[in-house]
Nanobody
Framework: VQLQASGGGLVQAGGSLTLSCVGS????????MGWYRQAPGKQRELVAA???????KYVDAVKGRFTISRDNAKYRMYLQMNSPKPEDTAVYYC???????????????????WGQGTQVTVSS
């Protein structure tokens, strides 16, 4: 399984940005996907998760501002970032894996695939 993230860049606070992730390879029709981020000096954190049925989960810091979605037919996942803040600056990673599954209450999903990161910088 290969994941390719794109869409990062420089955005002003209060603007908007959309990240995309496309998957290829042997992707099961049942999977759990998520966007993670890692800021300098901080641990990687799960920002948003989505199940194949569309159920979602967000970290409190982005609720109401970010929207995760997916297009199963195209093996794509998106993160719409509205009203970003400087503290959202980080490298963002897309993932198919157990972390997203557990965030959605599923504990029998022993996979972990990562895309390369895409840098998001929010200017004040």
């Amino acid at each position: 399984v290969q994941l390719q993230a794109s869409g990062g860049g420089l955005v002003q606070a209060g603007g908007s940005l959309t990240l995309s992730c496309v998957g290829s390879g042997s992707i099961s029709s049942i999977n759990y996907m998520g966007w993670y981020r890692q800021a300098p000096g901080k641990q990687r954190e799960l920002v948003a998760a989505i199940g194949n049925g569309g159920r979602t989960k967000y970290v409190d810091a982005v609720k109401g501002r970010f929207t995760i979605s997916r297009d199963n037919a195209k093996y794509r996942m998106y993160l719409q970032m509205n009203s970003p803040k400087p503290e959202d600056t980080a490298v963002y990673y897309c993932n198919i894996g157990s972390g997203a599954a557990q965030a959605l209450g599923v504990y029998a999903f022993p996979y972990d695939y990562w895309g390369q990161g895409t840098q998001v910088t929010v200017s004040s």
